[in-house]
């Protein structure tokens, strides 16, 4: 294993009556939906897919992300900072990378709409708790935070990994990108496009989630999406940015990480 290291730095009746009258765009007393008729929409969504979907893990990996193909990108939807009281979004209609990746993995294991609220929560949030600073802002937080969740990187390509040490939150320039969020000194796996070929992408399982290595101080990932298998290929599957698509998609894997400077792989192990 080759080891790097980077230079360190130093509610209510109230609420209730919103939840059945507003807008997703806010949750069970404290979702938030921009009005009533997508609030009984996404419930009629969410519980169809929860009502079809597949009994094995990896198929129903495919079939909640597949779900959202073609979905517009769209970036800052969650409500809440620093100072401004955070709310729990739902919003199914356009989606970041990171909510895509929040509303599949919520998905898998939901009973209900209710249950995938509670869920979505528990998943967005450290330790469910509905708030700025507990928010899952990087992708490092979800196998730290999330019950279930590994970092894979270092095991199953252990041989090619490369280990740095981050200080997430903090820039170069001693700022920080999200104020009101502590600066933590992590250690950070990730593999290099190099690593991949046709024999080791056997390694991956439709369902890893894939995080795009930054090289930019303070950052773990620039871009995160779920590994698919189909029809002997691999794909990766993300909400796409890019101007010339600017929605969920599926690209070629190796394809798609060539002239990436690395990649992280989270393992859903429940």
Sequence with gaps: MKFK???IFNFSFYSLILFIFLSPII????TYYSSKIQSEFYNKEISNLIS??????NDRHKFYSAAFLGRPYGANTLKGDIENKEVLV???QEMDCFTYLD???SLLYADDYYDFISRLRQTRYKNGIVS????????YDWAFNLKGVTNITSTVFSRSSIVILKNLNLKGDGLLFLPGISVRTVSISYLEPISFNEKSLTKLKSGDYIGIYSEKEGLDVSHVGIIVQKDGRYYFRHASSQASINAVVDMDFLEYIKDKPGIIIYRNNH
């Excluded at 949750?27 to 404290?30: K, Q, R």
């Excluded at 079809?52 to 893990?57: V, W």
């Design 52 to 57: 079809s979907r597949p009994s094995d893990l």
């Design 90 to 92: 739902l919003n199914l």
């Design 132 to 139: 700025f600073k507990n928010r899952n802002h990087f992708f």
């Design 27 to 30: 949750v069970e007393s404290e």
């Design 5 to 7: 290291k980077e230079k």
């Design 103 to 105: 509303y599949v993995h």
